[in-house]
């Protein structure tokens, strides 16, 4: 079956430029996860949607970072006014179970971010 | 001290032998306890989830977890040079639905 999906896989940006990394969960998967995993670290939280209810946004580092999903589906992550510092791997991930106790999430291929 | 942690290796083991892989995390509140597995330039893959005191296992993995320890590790037996990749550690606590992960150990598995 169809995995979780993330476009594009690689960008590159100049810094000052906005970006938009999209994420298609695996259908029917209530929750989807945004992560950022900088070289030789695990992924670091962004964001937490339920549906179309972003319940957790405790993980963007700044005003910059902005996610939605609209739709309780596909999900966009924005960063404006990119800076070097946001050169990482962004990774979605979703799950079908919204209780936290059994929060298998799957993650789909990243993307890789470079801002020059 | 970082919520979740592990030993970064790289840890080297021969072909055959059981590789074990160790984490400990502070939260005594955690429920779900995850190892992913990551390839170099790949995502992290779910190998494992536990949520029970004791042992799971599944083909040649096996997780265990000691929750008045705060440990949770994962030994692979009959270790095949295709496990060499970053095994990561991940958290999950009641309440917050994200994973805390640990950095994560490099596994190296010699022919």
């Known amino acids: 079956g169809a995995g979780v999906s993330q476009s594009p896989r690689y960008k590159v940006a100049k810094r000052g430029q906005d970006v938009a990394l999209r994420c298609d969960p695996i259908s029917g998967h209530v929750s989807l996860f945004w992560y950022q995993q900088a070289l030789g670290q695990g992924p670091e939280f962004l964001t937490y949607f339920q549906n179309e209810a972003q319940l957790d946004k405790s993980g963007l580092p700044s005003d910059r970072f902005f996610a939605e999903r609209p739709e309780g589906s596909v999900s966009t992550l924005k960063i404006q006014r990119t800076q070097q510092e946001d050169s990482a791997v962004y990774l979605c991930a979703s799950s079908f179970d919204r209780r936290s106790s059994y929060n298998e999430q799957f993650f789909g291929p990243g993307t890789r971010l470079t801002v020059l | 001290q970082k919520e979740v942690e592990q030993n970064s290796g790289p840890l080297s083991v021969p072909e055959g032998a059981i590789a074990s892989l160790n984490c400990t995390y502070s939260d005594r509140g955690s429920q779900s306890f995850f190892w992913y597995r990551q390839y170099s330039g790949k995502s992290p893959e779910l190998i494992m989830s536990?949520?029970?005191?004791g042992d799971k296992e599944d083909g040649r993995f096996t997780a265990q977890l000691n929750k008045a320890s705060q440990y949770v590790s994962l030994l692979i037996r009959d270790s095949q040079p295709s496990d060499s990749a970053t095994y990561l550690c991940?958290?999950?606590?009641?309440?917050?639905?994200?994973?805390?992960f640990g950095t994560g150990t490099r596994l190296l598995v010699s022919p």
């Open positions: 536990i949520y029970s005191n």
């Open positions: 991940a958290v999950n606590t009641p309440g917050f639905q994200k994973l805390v």
